[in-house]
C-alpha cells in the first residue's frame, strides 16, 4: 500500500467510491462518527452500498442521513434500533433496506481478520442462537465454536483526533471504537483528522493506527451533536 | 417487602468481590455502580473501549468523544485506560472480566440467557454485546424482575424467546429473590418479602434452598 495522501477537501477525500460498494463507516453512535465523510459521500453520489458500523445511524445525521438519501441497501450492524433510529426504523419496516445483525465482539473481530489476512476463526459468541444458525462449528477444548468468515471493506469512513503527514492516527477517548480495526479492514480507508500535524509532530510510542493502513487524510472541524440518551 | 431497583442494585454491588474487573449492562444493570463501595478497587469495563470507567457526566464535564455502552456521556477515573473494540471484546471472551451484570427478558434453570430480541414479527432485533458478554465473562449476573408485568415468571424451565447464549448465568438477582441457575437446576439463596414456600407456589421450575 502506498503512502498517505493528505488532501484539501473532503469532496477530494471521498472521490471514486463506486456504486455497490461495502463501506465500514466508524463510530459508535455518534463518538468517532465520521460526519463530514459521509455528508462528502452523500454529494458524492454513490448509490447501493452495504454499510458496515454498529448502529443503524442517529438521530438525522451522520449515518441516519446516508439512509435518509436512499443510498444504502443493507446495513451490518450490531444494534440498529435505539430511542433516536428512526431513519432506519422506517426504511426497515418499509422493506427498503437488508439488516444483518452481528454480535459486536464479531463484528469488530471479522473485520480484525479481514485487515490481518486470518481466513476465518472459530468463536464461542452466538453458539445455539439464532445468529448461529446454519454456521459449521467445532468443539475445540470441549467447547462448541462457530466459524467466523472476515468482514472486508472496498472503504474504510472513520474519524480520528490527530493525525500526521504519513497517515498515523491518534484517537481520543471512546471515539477510538471501531476505526483502528476498520483502517485494516478496507482497500482503501479514508480519515478524517481535526488537524493534521507534520511527520514527527506525533509520539510515535502513541501511535495507534500506523499510516500504512491509511490511503487518505482530511481535516475537518470537529463536529459535536448533542449525546443522544440510553438507548 | 420486594426490592425497589435501587435496593436490588445495592445488593449485586455487595456480592461483588473487590478488585474484580465488571461489565455493567446497559439499563437496570447500570444502577450497580451506584452501589459500589468506595475503595473496593472495583474496576469498570465499557464494551466501546475503556476500563476504569467513572460516574455519568453532566454539566461541564460531558465529552461526545466519551460515553458509555449505553452512549451516555460519562467521565473517567485515574488509571483509565482507552482501546480500540476489538481488544475491548478480546477481553471479554479472553477470560479476564471477571463479573457481567445483564437484564433479561428470560433466564432458564439450567443459565440459558434470552435478552436481546422478543421474537415478535415487528421487533427489529438488535443484539449489541449481549451474546459476547454472556459467554465471556466468568460468572454472568442477571439483574431483573421475577415476574412480567403479565405476572408471569421470567425464571422458566427452558426460554421461549431467542436465546442469547446457552448455559452461561450463573446467578439470577431479582426483586424477591437471589437464585442460582447452571447444571445443577435453580437454587434460592436468598428471598425478600416472600418464603421460600411462597415462591416455589408461584415458579415453573423446582427450585431447591441454597
Excluded at chain 2, 32 to 49: F, K, Q, R, W, Y
Excluded at chain 2, 129 to 136: E, H, K, S
Amino acid at each position: 500500500m502506498s503512502r498517505a495522501r493528505v488532501l484539501d477537501t473532503v469532496d477530494e477525500a471521498v472521490a471514486g467510491i463506486e456504486d455497490g460498494s461495502t463501506v465500514l463507516v466508524g463510530g459508535f453512535g455518534f463518538a468517532g462518527m465520521p460526519f463530514d465523510l459521509i455528508d462528502g459521500l452523500i454529494r458524492q453520489g454513490a448509490t447501493g452500498l452495504t454499510i458496515v458500523s454498529n448502529n443503524a445511524g442517529n438521530g438525522d445525521v451522520g449515518l441516519a442521513a446516508l439512509l435518509k438519501a436512499g443510498r444504502v441497501r443493507k446495513v451490518v450492524c450490531s444494534f440498529p434500533r435505539q430511542s433516536d433510529s428512526h431513519v432506519f426504523d422506517g426504511l426497515y419496516r418499509a422493506g427498503k433496506i437488508d439488516l444483518e445483525v452481528v454480535p459486536q465482539g464479531n463484528l469488530a473481530e471479522r473485520m480484525r481478520a479481514a485487515g490481518a489476512g486470518i481466513g476465518a476463526f472459530y468463536c464461542p459468541t452466538g453458539v445455539g442462537t439464532p445468529l448461529a444458525e446454519g454456521k459449521e462449528t467445532r468443539t475445540i477444548d470441549g467447547r462448541v465454536h462457530v466459524l467466523e468468515y472476515p468482514i472486508k471493506g472496498d472503504v474504510a469512513l472513520i474519524a480520528a483526533h490527530r493525525a500526521d503527514a504519513l497517515g498515523n492516527l491518534v484517537y481520543r477517548k471512546t471515539a477510538r471504537n471501531f476505526g483502528p480495526v476498520m483502517a485494516a479492514a478496507a482497500t482503501t480507508t479514508i480519515v478524517q483528522v481535526g488537524a493534521v500535524v507534520p511527520a514527527g509532530g506525533l509520539d510515535p510510542e502513541a501511535v495507534v493506527t500506523p499510516g500504512i493502513y491509511v490511503d487518505r487524510v482530511v481535516r475537518a472541524e470537529e463536529r459535536h451533536y448533542t449525546v443522544q440518551g440510553a438507548r | 417487602m420486594s426490592l425497589s431497583t435501587d435496593e436490588l442494585a445495592a445488593v449485586v454491588a455487595r456480592d461483588i468481590p473487590a478488585g474484580s474487573y465488571v461489565n455493567l449492562g446497559i439499563g437496570r444493570p447500570t444502577k450497580v455502580a451506584d452501589h459500589l463501595p468506595d475503595g473496593s478497587g472495583i474496576v469498570l469495563h465499557t464494551e466501546n473501549g475503556m476500563l476504569n470507567m467513572g460516574p455519568a457526566a453532566t454539566g461541564g464535564a460531558v465529552d461526545p468523544d466519551l460515553t458509555n455502552a449505553g452512549k451516555v456521556p460519562v467521565t473517567e477515573l485515574p488509571g483509565a485506560s482507552y482501546f480500540h473494540h476489538a481488544d475491548s471484546f478480546a477481553m471479554m471472551r479472553g477470560g479476564h472480566l471477571d463479573v457481567c451484570v445483564l437484564g433479561a427478558f428470560q433466564v432458564s434453570a439450567a443459565g440459558d440467557l434470552a435478552n436481546w430480541h422478543t421474537g415478535e414479527p415487528d421487533a427489529i432485533p438488535a443484539v449489541g454485546g449481549a451474546m459476547d458478554l454472556a459467554i465471556g465473562a466468568k460468572q454472568v449476573f442477571v439483574m431483573m424482575t421475577l415476574f412480567d408485568k403479565r405476572g408471569r415468571s421470567k425464571l422458566v424451565p427452558a426460554c421461549t424467546y431467542p436465546l442469547t447464549g446457552v448455559g452461561c448465568v450463573s446467578r439470577v438477582y431479582t426483586d424477591v429473590a437471589v437464585i442460582d441457575v447452571g447444571p445443577d437446576g435453580a437454587a434460592v439463596r436468598e428471598t425478600f418479602g416472600v418464603t421460600l414456600d411462597e415462591l416455589r407456589e408461584r415458579l415453573p421450575v423446582p427450585v431447591e434452598a441454597a
